[in-house]
């Protein structure tokens, strides 16, 4: 049986922070996993494989990145979804956003993200960070077994 | 008021209007036997509150029973009228106010939608002999919207405050009236304009919050791409650009640093005038010794005198009352920093015997007072950032938290001989006065208590 692809879900409605958060990740050889959704809906749509991912070859991510702030469906409610169906629960998700205000923070935990992280402005430190985050849930977590 | 098409159904004044709406008997029953849908109608008109439902051409379309018999009238003698047709004017008081002040709240709920308290209003009623009363009410007009959308109906409820209005003008008079009740007639009226100042910083502040949630958020994310992409590119062109484009690059993201700086304090600034105060005792002895360790390192170096009286206990809010003095501190050292021997004077006197003042004076680059008036503004500045680096942010912190305090602060300054920082706080906030001072930090009154 061929090793199971590792995928990253990376869900974020910017085009550039798509394109750092990739160049992020390309600088760590992590590039050739990321699937990028432009929006909320679109993320639940890749993970119960609807609309345009109905075709996609099964298999779930190892690591959601979540942006809080998108159209149609905010970052909270895609996460709101995820930790209440059992099938979807033990993806970590990493709310990846602009947002230092408490009330988000709170409000992330409070639906079960596995962490939260507030973009850095530096693109250095943000390379850090997407690296750090790349590598943490890629290679030095141990996945829930399937 | 701008005009706006009403809905065609409510433009023609209702003879006789929710006639024939009233469902059929057998349709009071929804469902199963056990629901049983009241009748409405019965309902309104038997409340004990005084309502009146307008059409938005402000014609009657009900009225409820406790409405009638305050304003002495029969419902089929109003209903279908318009309001002030129904309710005129005094004849005898031509310059009374009620209907053009009704009107203004009723054409502001028909805009905007939202409900209005009015002030208490004199608006006479006239009695059935013809003759009118004098009558003084308190109003609120709430806006009921359609299914479309449209405003279409108002609901004008009142309560009859004449009573409460003719005793305290007596007692306003000098005929004290009797006093619970003129200080009952007092508690209404102060708790109607209570009610309206809350509805509106309520909503001041709920603006407030969307709009720092729109700063961290929405002005965040163009500046991480500004910096984030002159970093790519810096990476990009590698060897490939001279000292002039890598010149140009550093500013670029400099520049997006120092905004993204910008942005922090100023959302900084604004969750301070809403964070919730924690009033407990506050040493200042303590506070200043404390932030001092703080300064260490930017004083390495240099030939910095402390002179420092012992300070009276305050009361306030711990992390604020430190950022006041992170604020006061930081600035005398830091604008003292061009003096081969900065000297920085914390003292304390006590002002027109009902305040404390603290006072933080330093002997480095002051400033010219005639742009005094700038010093507390929000990224206000008096130096070029080549000579002293700051955001303007610091001292707009230290007066906001001082006036939450219920005190205030000022300073006196001149160029190149120093600058002293004053901050007042009223008496009730100290706890333990000052010992005895030398007699130079005396303020003129001399006297410490």
Partial sequence: MPAPIKIILLAEDSPQDVEMTITALAAHHLVNEVVVVNDGQEALDFLYRKGKFENRPPGLPVVILLDLKMPKVDGIEVLRVIKSDPALKTIPVVMLTSSNEEH??????????????????????????????????TVHNEPPPV | MNARPLPSSLEAPESEPGAGRSAPAGAAYRGSAKSVEPDYRAVFESLPGLYLILTPKLFIADASDAYLGATMTRRGEILGRHIFEAFPKNPSDPDGTGIANLGRSLGSVLETGVADT???????????????????????????????????????????????????????????????????????????????????????NEELEA???????????????????????????????????????????????????????????????RASMELVPVNLDQLVAEVRLTLLAECRGRSVTWNIVPLPEVRG??????????????????????????????GTFRNQATDVVIFVRDNGAGFDMRHAGKLFG??????????????????????????????????????DRGATFYLSLPSPAVLRPAPRLPAAYYGAEGETR
Avoid: C
């Avoid at chain 1, 923070?105 to 850095?120: D, E, F, Q």
């Avoid at chain 2, 520049?255 to 700086?261: F, I, L």
């Fill in chain 2, 378 to 415: 929000v990224f206000q500045r008096l130096h070029r950032e080549s000579e002293f680096e700051g955001t303007g942010v610091g001292l707009a912190h230290v007066r906001r938290i001082v006036n939450r305090h219920g005190g205030r602060v000022w300073a006196e300054a001149y160029p």
């Fill in chain 1, 104 to 137: 988000d923070i709170l409000r992330s935990y409070l639906h079960g993200t596995n962490a939260y992280v507030v973009k850095p402005v530096g693109f250095r430190q943000f390379v850090e960070a997407v690296k750090q985050l790349g590598v943490f849930w």
């Fill in chain 2, 118 to 204: 009015m002030a208490v209003q004199q608006y006479d009623i006239r009695r059935p002999d013809g003759a009118f009363e004098e009558r003084h009410w308190s109003a609120v007009n709430t806006a009921v919207r359609g299914g479309d959308g449209q405003v279409a109906f108002i609901v004008h409820r009142v309560e009859d405050v004449t009573e409460f209005v003719l005793q305290k003008n007596r007692s306003d008079r000098g005929t004290p009236a009797p006093g619970a009740e003129k200080m009952a007639s007092e508690i209404f009226l102060r708790a109607q304009q209570i009610q309206d100042a809350n509805r509106r910083l309520q909503s001041a």
């Fill in chain 2, 317 to 346: 809010d711990l992390t604020m009352m430190r950022q006041v003095f992170a604020n006061l501190l930081g600035n005398a050292v830091k604008y003292s920093r061009r003096q081969p021997e900065a000297v920085i004077e914390i």
């Fill in chain 2, 211 to 273: 709009f720092s949630y729109s700063i961290s958020h929405d002005l965040r994310a163009p500046l991480r791409h500004i910096a984030g992409f002159a970093d790519m590119l810096r990476d990009h062109l590698g060897d490939g650009t001279d000292s002039t484009g890598r010149h140009y690059l550093e500013t670029i993201f400099r520049s997006a640093e120092r905004m993204g700086r910008l942005i922090d304090e100023l959302l900084a600034f604004s969750r301070l005038g």
